[in-house]
């Protein structure tokens, strides 16, 4: 699915204090301006039907912790998180604001990559208002020339990212939707070394997919292997 900018975004409406990808996503998710930027219980809901907010989050969970602590216990919360599965970068020199040549990163994101982000809203995971919804798009990233060592690459910042392609869903709303996580063919017990070299991923980061899968009783701790954990699938529902 081909992700498009509202007629209010393509004028640049409305985004002098928001990147294009959450402008993007907010307009994707209920076009209906009246259901925008909506105050609420103290806070401003990104969208708000009247019956569901919506919350877009395309990085640091740990800032939703209040909205969340505020929201779920009203009103059911669907937080959107979108993941670059394919990038191309194109860097900008930020004193003429020319733009280079668009180069294909090496870097490919999946749904496992979200659970770095849900580690940080780990105490809301079970909560029955809260779904999370993660998108696998193609993106276009905007990066400034403005670090230090060749060119300035290292230690540059990102100016802007665009959504062009929405190429995968997920939506997690309780235990049976994080059994998705689990690949059939994986051999139990198993570590989280095991789990990633069942899905042909680096080992980092997958201790954390196991933790929150543990959390959310999809796994069960088993014993040790050295100083890894050993888990089985737990017994369902």
């Not at 004028?11 to 925008?36: R, S």
């Not at 069942?198 to 040790?224: A, N, P």
């Amino acid at each position: 699915m081909v992700l498009t900018f509202s007629e209010r975004e393509r004028h640049g409406i409305g985004m002098q204090m928001e990147k294009t990808m959450h402008a993007v996503l907010k307009n994707f998710c209920d076009p209906d301006l009246d259901h925008q930027e909506i105050p609420l219980l103290n806070y401003i809901a990104d969208i708000f039907t009247g019956e569901e907010v919506i919350e877009i989050q395309t990085a640091q969970f740990h800032r939703l912790r209040n909205k969340l602590s505020a929201f779920l216990p009203v009103y059911p919360v669907r937080v959107v998180y979108p993941i670059p599965q394919n990038k191309w970068i194109i860097w900008v020199d930020p004193v003429t604001g020319k733009a280079g040549e668009r180069r294909t990163s090496p870097l490919h994101g999946s749904f496992y990559t979200a659970f770095s982000e849900l580690y940080k809203i780990r105490p809301f995971l079970k909560e029955k208002n809260l779904t999370i919804e993660l998108l696998l798009l193609d993106v276009e990233e905007y990066r400034l020339q403005d670090g230090y060592a060749r060119k300035g690459k290292r230690g540059s910042h990102r100016y802007d990212r665009i959504p062009l392609r929405l190429n995968d869903r997920m939506v997690l709303r309780g235990k049976e939707d994080y059994m998705q996580f689990l690949p059939p063919e994986l051999e139990e017990p198993f570590t989280s070394a095991d789990l990633a070299k069942t899905l042909h991923y680096r080992k980092e980061g997958f201790s954390t997919v196991l933790q929150i899968l543990h959390d959310m009783q999809v796994v069960k701790r088993v014993g040790k292997k050295r100083n890894a954990y050993l888990y089985e699938v737990n017994d369902p529902i």
